[in-house]
T-cell receptor, first 109, second 112 residues
């Protein structure tokens, strides 16, 4: 099983719709979790941290389920500018940082 | 507050050569990590430095080495370059493992 797995997509979603991504991780000793966004030919940018209690920032909600070892990202009222690749990131306790391969999102006008 | 800066932005090297990439961390950040990103893939963790000591390493051979300096800037050195080393190399800095990372815009390395 890969350390961090994401559905590569692409997800083609009409503007205004709600879209959800999941990411699973294999190491139960993982200590911190993040979602990053990466635009084409640009560097990744931190979108939000992920906690068991959930984390909401405007239209974006992230959730961690430690028992099932997955994290999720929900985007409500999607905008054209949300089109990007979304990367799931897991920090392991031995200070290794593992990125998923990313999920591509296309918001359609 | 300055962000993470990397140099050079682009580089072409010949197989077998050595290369040094540089990174200045964001002000106030004491942790730097390096990543290799091939086209269409997520970034692959190379290693991380905290206060000048390597404190985490991914699955990369010893010919990938690094340094962190007292001002928290960092270098990535790659010896005996191979064609498969062609990729975007990203540096990121953080104030700790629970705070997320700020990335530089990367160095695109082409090995011919």
């Amino acid at each position: 099983r890969k350390e961090v797995e994401q559905d590569p997509g692409p997800f083609n979603v009409p503007e205004g719709a709600t879209v959800a991504f999941n990411c699973t991780y294999s190491n139960s000793a993982s200590q911190s979790f993040f979602w990053y966004r990466q635009d084409c030919r640009k560097e990744p940018k931190l979108l939000m941290s992920v906690y068991s209690s959930g984390n909401e920032d405007g239209r974006f909600t992230a959730q961690l389920n430690r028992a099932s070892q997955y994290i999720s990202l929900l985007i409500r009222d999607s905008k054209l500018s949300d089109s990007a690749t979304y990367l799931c990131v897991v920090n392991l306790r031995d200070d290794k940082i593992i990125f998923g391969k990313g999920t591509r999102l296309h918001i359609l006008p | 507050e300055t962000g993470v800066t990397q140099s050079p932005t682009h580089l072409i090297k010949t197989r077998g050569q050595q290369v040094t990439l540089r990174c200045s961390s964001q002000s106030g950040h004491n942790t730097v990590s390096w990543y290799q990103q091939a086209l269409g893939q997520g970034p692959q963790f190379i290693f991380q430095y905290y206060r000048e000591e390597e404190n985490g390493r991914g699955n990369f051979p010893p010919r990938f080495s690094g340094l962190q300096f007292p001002n928290y800037s960092s270098e990535l050195n790659v010896n005996a370059l191979e064609l498969d080393d062609s990729a975007l190399y990203l540096c990121a800095s953080s104030s700790g493992p629970n705070y997320g990372y700020t990335f530089g815009s990367g160095t695109r390395l082409t090995v011919v």
